[in-house]
Structure formats: structure tokens, C-alpha cells
């Protein structure tokens, strides 16, 4: 089956993926050193297909940015501003909920709701908010506060992160985005986000979730100052989470923009690095149910092509984005259902709707 890959390492790992065996670090390694392309992609579709047979997910879902004001002032960052900067804005929960009915009867299943770390508003804004949408949207869930958030919620309001995440959890929270992860290694958190959370509360974060029976995501950011090594540590060390709490339901490989950073001189990354990254995420990422092409990120022909090369999900129609457009991505701010279940078919796959916790809509 593998007798066109060509490089001999990738050939030996190929024995082990048919094997079902774990790929070690140094295994990470070689696939990151590898420039055979179609090779990687074929061993990360064994695994895909191996997992999600022969279907395409994605979800009929709406994202809200309540705010771009924040405290911190990572480098990466294009969305956030200080209050008073020219483009800050801050949504009064009132804001918030008309933006929800914005599209009433569209369908949506998930409400994807991220914001800056503001220096002002309340704790009771955020559970407030939860519980107003909660109310007027029983049915749709709610992907709310990455990981940073969490923590900056639970100091401003001097509890626990675990009191902090079941206050939310009884307000309506459903489940934790995959956000403010970016690279592991301690070295470039220093220089791209200093003032950020560190990976292991990162992570603790995400595991106190699962213990309560919240489900979530997780990202990387890559292609901006990271090397493979970083790349690969962090993808062990995600699976080592996974493991102990198996509460990770997809991991999405977020290609850096550069425009409007601190790192506008970085070229962004390339079609064979994304496809890439999604190939090494698969293979690395045993215990993962799901790897997330994010088209707003990589474009919808990447994404498209990524469904042969590990991606079983092309997340959704999404709606107003605001984060990566603020860094410059030109993919659209929205894809119809319709739009995605054609980029799905042409690529040989099946597409299903879920919603967030992959459950199939309409089942």
C-alpha cells in the first residue's frame, strides 16, 4: 500500500501506523523533516478513515467576539485594542443578544463566543451572558471562553477555576473552545504572548473542564517564530492531556497571519505546510476523535484538499469572524451549508452535519 512513499524513514513509521502503534517523539521528528507530501498524506488518511471512515463533518454555527479590549498584548494578535484605541468596542449584553437573533431561524446549533480580556466589566457580565442566551437559546450549544478566559474570569472573581467553570456550566455553558494554546514552549510564549497563562495552566484549565464534564478543543498556532521541535512537544504533550481526562474532542492546527502584528515581516505560511500540519497533527494525535481544517484560517480550497490528508471536519458556516480577519485573512466571513456540502462531495467525502459535541443533527 505505502510502496510509493519514498523516503525510508516514512516507510518504517508507515509499519507502525498500520500497526496501531504510537508514534514517539523522534517518530514526530522524521515526519516533520519529511518533504514527501503525498506520503504524509497518505499515512494521516489511513488514520483518518481508520477513525471517521469516509465522512466530513461540519456545523451550522455562529460566532459572537464580545469584545476586542484586553489586558494582555500579545505580539501574534491583530483583533485586540485598549480601551480607547480607535476600532475598541465592547458589546452591552443587550448588543450580545441582538447579535444572537441576528439570523433567527438559520438553524444554528452552536454559538462559538471568544472576546479579549477586558479590564472592566464584571464577572456577572459573563455569566449573565451565558444565562441570557442559555434562555432565549435552549437548544444551541454553547461554546464559550477559552482557556485564558477562564482564568482571568476566575481571579476577577477571587474563586477557583473549577468554581469558576461550574458557575458557567450552571449558567448554560456547554463546552470550552481551543483558543490561547498557541505553542507550548515556555522560550516563545516569553516572546509572542508574555503576559499569557503558561501551557500547564493551559492545560490544567482544559482538564479541570473534563472533570466536570465539560467537553472542549485545542489549537496550535503555527508558522510564525516556533520550530518543528516546539511544534511537535506540543502535540505530545496535548495527547498526554488527552490521555489522563480524554475530555478533547478535536484539534485545530491554526495557521498564523501576520498582517497587522508585531510579526509583519513573517511570511504567512504556505499550502504545503498547512496541509502538513494537518497530516503530522493525525498521526501524532492517536487519542484525538477529530482534526478540524479551519477554513477561515487556510481558505476553503486548503481546507478542502485537507480531507485527504487527516482533516475529517471543515467546522462551519461560522458568520462574522473577526479575529483572523483583523490579522488580515481574506477568506469570507461565511460559508452556506450549501457551499460546504459541495467543497465536501467533490473531495469523495460524505458530508454530515453535527453539532458541537458530534451528535448528528437531524438524526
Same mark, same amino acid.
Given at each position: 500500500?505505502?510502496?510509493?512513499?519514498?523516503?525510508?524513514?516514512?516507510?518504517?513509521?508507515?509499519?507502525?501506523?498500520?500497526?496501531?502503534?504510537?508514534?514517539?517523539?523522534?517518530? =514526530?521528528?522524521?515526519?516533520?523533516?519529511?518533504?514527501?507530501?503525498?506520503?504524509?498524506?497518505?499515512?494521516?488518511?489511513?488514520?483518518?478513515?481508520?477513525?471517521?471512515?469516509?465522512?466530513?463533518?461540519?456545523?451550522?454555527?455562529?460566532?459572537?467576539?464580545?469584545?476586542?479590549?484586553?489586558?494582555?498584548?500579545?505580539?501574534?494578535?491583530?483583533?485586540?485594542?485598549?480601551?480607547?484605541?480607535?476600532?475598541?468596542?465592547?458589546?452591552?449584553?443587550?448588543?450580545?443578544?441582538?447579535?444572537?437573533?441576528?439570523?433567527?431561524?438559520?438553524?444554528?446549533?452552536?454559538?462559538?463566543?471568544?472576546?479579549?480580556?477586558?479590564?472592566?466589566?464584571?464577572?456577572?457580565?459573563?455569566?449573565?451572558?451565558?444565562?441570557?442566551?442559555?434562555?432565549?437559546?435552549?437548544?444551541?450549544?454553547?461554546?464559550?471562553?477559552?482557556?485564558?478566559?477562564?482564568?482571568?474570569?476566575?481571579?476577577?472573581?477571587?474563586?477557583?477555576?473549577?468554581?469558576?467553570?461550574?458557575?458557567?456550566?450552571?449558567?448554560?455553558?456547554?463546552?470550552?473552545? =481551543?483558543?490561547?494554546?498557541?505553542?507550548?514552549?515556555?522560550?516563545?510564549?516569553?516572546?509572542?504572548?508574555?503576559?499569557?497563562?503558561?501551557?500547564?495552566?493551559?492545560?490544567?484549565?482544559?482538564?479541570?473542564?473534563?472533570?466536570? =464534564?465539560?467537553?472542549?478543543?485545542?489549537?496550535?498556532?503555527?508558522?510564525?517564530?516556533?520550530?518543528?521541535?516546539?511544534?511537535?512537544?506540543?502535540?505530545?504533550?496535548?495527547?498526554?492531556?488527552?490521555?489522563?481526562?480524554?475530555?478533547?474532542?478535536?484539534?485545530?492546527?491554526?495557521?498564523?497571519?501576520?498582517?497587522?502584528?508585531?510579526?509583519?515581516?513573517?511570511?504567512?505560511?504556505?499550502?504545503?505546510?498547512?496541509?502538513?500540519?494537518?497530516?503530522?497533527?493525525?498521526?501524532?494525535?492517536?487519542?484525538?476523535?477529530?482534526?478540524?481544517?479551519?477554513?477561515?484560517?487556510? =481558505?476553503?480550497?486548503?481546507?478542502?484538499?485537507?480531507?485527504?490528508?487527516?482533516?475529517?471536519?471543515?467546522?462551519?458556516?461560522?458568520?462574522?469572524?473577526?479575529?483572523?480577519?483583523?490579522?488580515?485573512?481574506?477568506?469570507?466571513?461565511?460559508?452556506?451549508?450549501?457551499?460546504?456540502?459541495?467543497?465536501?462531495?467533490?473531495?469523495?467525502?460524505?458530508?454530515?452535519?453535527?453539532?458541537?459535541?458530534?451528535?448528528?443533527?437531524?438524526?
Amino acid at each position: 500500500m505505502f510502496d510509493l512513499i519514498n523516503n525510508k524513514k516514512l516507510r518504517a513509521l508507515a509499519e507502525k501506523v498500520m500497526a496501531e502503534e504510537r508514534l514517539s517523539f523522534s517518530d =514526530g521528528m522524521a515526519l516533520e523533516e519529511s518533504n514527501d507530501l503525498l506520503g504524509l498524506g497518505m499515512l494521516a488518511n489511513t488514520v483518518r478513515e481508520r477513525k471517521n471512515g469516509n465522512k466530513a463533518y461540519y456545523i451550522n454555527n455562529r460566532h459572537i467576539n464580545h469584545t476586542n479590549v484586553c489586558v494582555n498584548t500579545c505580539k501574534f494578535c491583530a483583533f485586540s485594542k485598549k480601551a480607547g484605541d480607535e476600532g475598541a468596542y465592547t458589546m452591552p449584553l443587550e448588543q450580545v443578544m441582538a447579535e444572537a437573533h441576528k439570523y433567527d431561524g438559520d438553524g444554528f446549533s452552536e454559538f462559538h463566543i471568544v472576546g479579549g480580556l477586558h479590564p472592566d466589566l464584571p464577572y456577572s457580565y459573563y455569566v449573565d451572558m451565558i444565562s441570557m442566551l442559555h434562555n432565549d437559546f435552549p437548544q444551541t450549544h454553547l461554546q464559550a471562553f477559552t482557556a485564558v478566559e477562564i482564568v482571568f474570569l476566575a481571579e476577577l472573581a477571587g474563586k477557583s477555576v473549577s468554581d469558576t467553570l461550574l458557575d458557567l456550566k450552571n449558567a448554560g455553558l456547554g463546552s470550552l473552545p =481551543g483558543g490561547g494554546a498557541e505553542i507550548f514552549d515556555k522560550n516563545v510564549r516569553k516572546k509572542i504572548c508574555p503576559e499569557k497563562i503558561d501551557a500547564t495552566t493551559w492545560l490544567d484549565t482544559h482538564k479541570a473542564a473534563h472533570r466536570l =464534564g465539560l467537553k472542549s478543543n485545542a489549537t496550535m498556532l503555527y508558522g510564525h517564530i516556533e520550530n518543528a521541535e516546539q511544534r511537535i512537544d506540543h502535540l505530545v504533550r496535548l495527547r498526554e492531556a488527552q490521555d489522563e481526562t480524554g475530555g478533547f474532542m478535536t484539534f485545530i492546527p491554526l495557521a498564523f497571519h501576520p498582517a497587522n502584528t508585531k510579526y509583519g515581516n513573517i511570511k504567512g505560511t504556505t499550502g504545503q505546510m498547512d496541509l502538513k500540519m494537518i497530516a503530522i497533527s493525525r498521526l501524532m494525535l492517536d487519542n484525538f476523535p477529530h482534526i478540524k481544517a479551519f477554513w477561515i484560517m487556510i =481558505g476553503e480550497k486548503t481546507a478542502q484538499v485537507s480531507l485527504g490528508f487527516g482533516a475529517d471536519d471543515m467546522d462551519g458556516s461560522v458568520v462574522e469572524e473577526k479575529i483572523t480577519h483583523s490579522a488580515g485573512a481574506d477568506t469570507a466571513q461565511l460559508l452556506s451549508v450549501s457551499r460546504i456540502e459541495r467543497l465536501i462531495i467533490e473531495a469523495g467525502r460524505q458530508p454530515v452535519e453535527r453539532d458541537t459535541v458530534y451528535n448528528l443533527v437531524g438524526a
